[in-house]
């Protein structure tokens, strides 16, 4: 029973250990609130609201956090939303 205790201890400082980023898109005069949504859907895997609202977001704040992660877990989600033409940063 006190090893379980243990290995749960060593999991939560792993994950600890494990800095978390942000993906966070910009706003630009290029695209469409349509192309944003859907590229959110498709490579976010947001819902539909969820795109929605990051969308209004980016729109009227100028940024918007979409995802959160490692950095190694978010480059194919950044590089896949540049490709898409949208301008997005790992912070």
């Known amino acids: 029973?006190?090893?379980?205790?243990?290995e749960e201890v060593l999991l939560e400082l792993e994950l600890d250990a494990v800095p978390m980023c942000d993906l966070v898109i910009y706003n630009d005069e290029v695209n469409t609130f349509e192309h944003v949504i859907a590229t959110l859907?498709?490579?976010c895997k947001h819902s539909s609201e969820q795109a929605e609202?990051?969308?209004i977001i980016i729109h009227y704040?100028?940024?918007?956090g979409v995802k959160k992660g490692s950095y190694a877990d978010l480059m194919p989600y950044r590089t896949?939303?540049?490709d898409s033409g949208l301008s997005a940063e790992i912070c």
């Open 1 to 6: 029973m006190a090893y379980q205790i243990e």
């Open 41 to 43: 859907i498709s490579v």
């Open 53 to 55: 609202q990051c969308t």
């Open 61 to 64: 704040k100028g940024k918007c």
């Open 80 to 82: 896949a939303l540049c």
